[in-house]
Every structure is written in structure tokens, then in C-alpha cells.
């Protein structure tokens, strides 16, 4: 079987910037027809989106996906909480290490994989303010080392 296509459609570079990713999870995403109408014409957002599991389900909050325009009454509440749709298992193994202290569910990035719609969500453990300090010293060091670099490769 091939490699199927991804397709981007939102992602979510704080995440990076907040949290430090332990591992990903693809999930799919239950939606209605306008939403992934909405999605094909790229109007989604899951910057201030969240993942929580309840009852053993897992869903998502705060992702928005604007109004189909021509779906008038088929539109739905474009921040309404949406299922994601992942194996019992998976979802128990995850609850238990939630459980565990520091650790939350984070929304990566949101993709169409074929002709499905998948949220690529992470186990993150929230970065320290020191942390982040840090982050931002070794993007600083490289930038100005790539500067470096082609003052140097025009000389």
C-alpha cells in the first residue's frame, strides 16, 4: 500500500514553545459534512485548543472551524467540543499516564490524511519559565551564527 498524502491544515507552533512532547498520537475527529467542507477550504484553527478525556472518550475543545458559507442551516457551533476517535486501549493507556503528575494532552496539528480528517494530539509536560529561557538562547546562538555565516560566505 502507498504513502498517503498529508495535507496540512492547521497546526499549532506554541505548543513547542509551552511544552515539552513526549510522544504524538493520530486520532480521527468526528465531524459533520459542513465542518470538513469548512477544513478542505482551509478555515480551521486549533490555537487555543485543548484535549480532555472523559467517560474513556477523548475530545477536543476550543478548536474552531468557520461556517461553511453555502451550508446555511447544516452549520454547526464552530467551537463545539468534537469526539476524536481512537481504540479503547490507546485511550486508557493515555488516562494513565495523565494521571501521572505534570502531563496533559495537547492538539499538534490538524491534517487531512487521504480523504480523513486527523488531529495529531501529544503527551506534554508544561516547560518552567527557565525553560523557555533556555529555548530562546539557542534560537538566538543560531541565528546569529547563520549570520555570521553568510557575512563570512559573501566576503
Given amino acids: 500500500m502507498g504513502k498517503e498524502s498529508k495535507k496540512l491544515i492547521a497546526n499549532n507552533k506554541k505548543v513547542f514553545h509551552d511544552y ?3 510522544e504524538t498520537y ?3 475527529i468526528s465531524l459533520a459534512g459542513t465542518e470538513v467542507k469548512s477544513l478542505r477550504m482551509g478555515k480551521g484553527s486549533i490555537k487555543e485548543a485543548f484535549v480532555r478525556i472523559q467517560n474513556n472518550e477523548i475530545y477536543i475543545y476550543g478548536m474552531h472551524i468557520s461556517p461553511y458559507e453555502k451550508g ?10 468534537r469526539k476524536l476517535l481512537m481504540h479503547k486501549s490507546e485511550i486508557t493507556k493515555i488516562a494513565g499516564k495523565i494521571k501521572e503528575k505534570g502531563y496533559t494532552l495537547v492538539p499538534v ?4 490524511k487521504g480523504s480523513l ?3 495529531e ?8 519559565l527557565y525553560d523557555k529561557r533556555q529555548d530562546i538562547a539557542k534560537k538566538d546562538m543560531k541565528r546569529e551564527a547563520e549570520r555570521d555565516f553568510k557575512v563570512k560566505a559573501r566576503v
Fill in 109 to 112: 496539528e490538524v491534517y487531512f
Fill in 20 to 22: 515539552f512532547l513526549e
Fill in 121 to 128: 494530539i501529544a503527551l506534554a509536560k508544561g516547560k518552567k
Fill in 72 to 81: 446555511n442551516i447544516f452549520n454547526k457551533d464552530p467551537l463545539r467540543p
Fill in 117 to 119: 480528517v486527523k488531529v
Fill in 26 to 28: 493520530e486520532a480521527g
